[in-house]
C-alpha cells in the first residue's frame, strides 16, 4: 500500500492558533491534535498536513497535491470567503475536495456565508468542530474510492 497517493489536508489563516483562539467558537483542541487524529484516521494513506497564513502558499500546495494527491480536504478560514485565486487553483483539481470548517459558518455572521471553495469543492463540511476533521478524512476515503 505504498503506492497510495497522499491525502492532502490543507489549513489556512490563524488556524495555527487553535486552541487559544476564540475557544467559545473554536474550542481548545490544537491543530498538532488535530494532525494526530487526521493521520490516525488516514490508516496506511500518507498524509501531507499543513497550515499556513500565506494565500500564496496555500495555493502552491494546491498545485502541488495537483500533480501529487489523492484528494483534499482544505479548512481555507479567511480565504474561503476571500480568493478567487484559490477557487481558481482548486478548479484544476481531478479528485475530491472537502471544504472544512469547524464552525457552522452559516450560522455565523453574513461575511460567512458566501463561500468561493464551495463553487467546485466535491462536499462541505460545516459546524462538527475539531473532531469533524478525522470524519473528513473518512468521507474523503469513501470518495476516493468512489472514483
Not at 489563516?13 to 467558537?25: M, V
Not at 500533480?67 to 481555507?76: K, L, M
Not at 468542530?129 to 472514483?147: N, Q, R, S
Request: proline share 5%; net charge negative.
Amino acid at each position: 500500500m505504498t503506492d497510495l497517493k497522499p491525502l492532502y489536508i490543507l489549513n489556512g489563516p490563524n488556524l495555527n492558533r487553535l486552541g487559544k483562539r476564540e475557544p467559545e467558537i473554536y474550542g481548545h483542541t490544537t491543530l498538532a491534535e488535530i494532525e494526530g487524529w487526521c493521520r490516525e484516521a488516514a490508516g496506511t494513506r500518507p498524509v501531507e498536513f499543513r497550515q499556513t497564513n500565506s494565500e500564496e502558499r496555500l495555493i502552491e500546495w494546491v498545485h502541488e497535491a495537483i500533480d501529487e494527491g489523492s484528494a483534499i480536504i482544505i479548512n481555507p478560514a479567511a480565504f474561503t470567503f476571500t480568493s478567487i485565486a484559490l477557487l481558481d487553483a482548486l478548479k484544476m483539481f481531478k479528485g475530491p475536495i472537502i471544504e472544512f470548517h469547524i464552525s457552522n459558518v452559516h450560522k455565523r455572521e453574513p461575511i460567512y456565508h458566501r463561500s468561493y471553495v464551495s463553487m467546485t469543492a466535491t462536499s462541505v463540511m460545516a459546524g462538527l468542530g475539531a473532531t469533524g476533521y478525522p470524519i473528513a478524512v473518512k468521507a474523503i476515503e469513501m470518495l476516493i474510492e468512489k472514483g
